[in-house]
């Protein structure tokens, strides 16, 4: 069996090929263009999560790497279909400036922690279970995984309606109204979820 540090060069080309994704998918929330959003997230998290499942039918999942693989194969297309869809919108030219630099860092520096500590929330798990149960174990691990990415993507849905108009009142002050929309998120992204996790709990075996 593969050692853990033997699949970091993976997870760091997993990284790289889901950058153009994660960038164009801010592109299409800010610009409302849902569908494809749509179709750049289905591919992504629903052509694996379909993959998967039928090789782990098929018995054809036998270590980690298997589905790292899948997974790289899946957001490279996820990636390169949301660049092709979003190639009018995409400035190819490096443009530097001070005072914008120091704008997007003061607007995005929240956005910056949180989205840090959510990728290492998401992403610790993987390292304990090899730690605790071996490398094989976190194969298994993996697949289950995925029928847990609805919880992602409800918060990205409620994302594509709530990022534009934070950045519009975030940039008019009006910081009384953003106050109103985070809370409302916030409680209607609670009230979706709680049940769910209450349901899971009572039917899991």
Known sequence: SAALPNLIPSLVILVIVTIPRVVTSKIFQMRFHTKNLFFVDLINFGGSSIIITVFAFMDKLQTASDVIGITIITGAVSSFLSVILARHDLSWWLRFSKPMLKKIFHFTRYQTATGSVHVFQQNLDSLLVPAFLGVEALANYQVAKFFFKGFDV????????????????HAAGDHETLKKIIEKATSILYI????TCIVLIIFAP
């Not at 309606?161 to 519009?168: E, G, Q, R, Y």
Request: hydrophobic letters at 45%.
């Open 154 to 169: 409800l918060r990205d849905t409620q994302g594509i309606f709530v990022f534009p108009a934070t950045s519009k009142y």
């Open 192 to 195: 979706l979820m709680i049940p």
